[in-house]
Structure formats: C-alpha cells, structure tokens
C-alpha cells in the first residue's frame, strides 16, 4: 500500500490555465507539506498543515493555495500558472515531534507549463 | 537563519569505491540532522538521521555522525554499488516543522 500518493504523476497544462494536485497519505501522520523541487533538484517548503491547519505559509505567490479538508489530504490549487511553476512537486507527511520526525514523501507530480 | 550546504556534484565513481559527501549547517539551538535520498523517478527518502551532538547514523551501509564542534554530517560509504546511484540531500530540522534541504549532491556509479 502506498504511504503517501499524489496524482495526477503528470501535468502539462497551458499558461494561465488553473490546476489542482492532490495528495493522501495512509499513515495516520497529523503533519502534511507542499514542496517545490526545481530543474536543478533544488527543494523548498511551500506550506505545512498541522491538523488541518496552515502552521507553515513560505514566501509563495497567492496563486497558489492548499486545502487540507482532513489530517489525511492536502490538494494543492495553483492560479494562472506561469512558465515558472514547471516543477516537480512533492507532497510529504510526518508525525509531529518538533524536528524528530521523519518525513515521508509521495512520488511527485512533474508540472510542465506550455 | 538556517541552511545547510553540501558538497556540489555531480559525483562518478567506479564500484567498490569509497564515497563522502561533505555537508555542513548553520543552525541556532541543537538541529536534528538528516540524510535523504532520491533515487531516479521517484521521492525522497530518509537515509539516516542522528538527534544530537556525536549521534551517528547508519543505514544500508551509510553513516554520518553529527559533529557539533564543526557544524558537520558528512555522508560515508565504503564499497558503493551501482544501486546507490541517486541524488543525496542533507538537511536539518531545528524543530519548528521546517526541514531545510542542501541542494543535492549527485552521485553516479559505474559497474
């Protein structure tokens, strides 16, 4: 059984157009997160959600915007995308310990802007 | 604030061959550390990790111990196989929920 899926594993999209990522994660883990790993395999937190609620929020154009309508899913719904959100985006879990925790992460969904 | 740099890549080595790869942190407090690794196509997994000062951990054959006195946790494999090609993340978490990633560092094995 998969620990923590994302689908779609694909998205090719046109500029402008708006789309959603979803994730799940089967682990009973209270702790969900959005990453954005770039072309040069560089990785940065977008959003954290602790029990449903947003307790991480980095430096992230307001065209995009989780949902997290239960400890187990956290969507990811981007705007108007751009060039520039072509990435991969990956979805972890944890179970909160203050910086103990490890980090489960899905498969990634490669977004590629036309 | 915090940050983690590690050795940039990429990395080829034969079989056999022994691998490091360097990473140090600047952190306030005492960070947990932690290696993670993305193998082709796929996510991330954790690696080892170590809590504290003089930790060290292991896994598959990986070790890297937590050197406070020089901000360290360098990554070690004495005999690499052509599995362990992938790309290596170094990373700390100074227990507010963030991990913040080293950029990766590549590492290639050839047969």
């Known amino acids: 059984d998969t620990a923590v899926s994302q689908t779609p594993k694909y998205l090719v999209t046109q500029m402008g157009n708006d789309k959603s990522i979803k994730c799940e994660q089967n682990?009973?883990?209270?702790?969900m997160y959005w990453y954005k790993q770039d072309s040069k395999k560089f990785l940065k937190i977008m959003f954290s959600y602790n029990n449903k609620e947003l307790i991480i929020n980095e430096t992230v154009p307001n065209r995009f915007s989780p949902k997290s309508p239960d400890k187990a899913h956290l969507n990811l719904h981007i705007n108007s995308l751009e060039l520039g959100d072509s990435a991969v985006y990956f979805c972890?879990?944890?179970?909160?310990?203050?910086?103990?925790?490890?980090?489960?992460f899905g498969p990634g969904t490669r977004l590629l802007v036309l | 604030g915090n940050s983690v740099t590690q050795m940039e890549g990429p990395v080829t080595l034969s079989e056999e061959a022994f691998l490091t790869i360097n990473c140090t942190y600047t952190a306030t407090g005492y960070p947990s550390l932690f290696w993670y690794v993305q193998y082709p196509g796929e996510g991330l997994q954790l690696l080892l990790k170590a809590t504290k000062a003089d930790d060290k951990g292991s896994n598959k054959g990986f070790e890297a111990t937590y050197r406070k006195e020089t901000t360290s946790f360098h990554l070690e494999k004495g005999s690499v196989q052509v599995s362990d090609s992938a790309v290596y993340f170094c990373a700390l978490s100074p227990g507010d929920y963030k991990l913040s990633f080293g950029a990766g560092t590549t590492v290639t094995v050839r047969a």
């Open positions: 682990l009973g883990h209270d702790t």
């Open positions: 972890a879990s944890s179970q909160a310990r203050r910086g103990l925790e490890t980090q489960y």
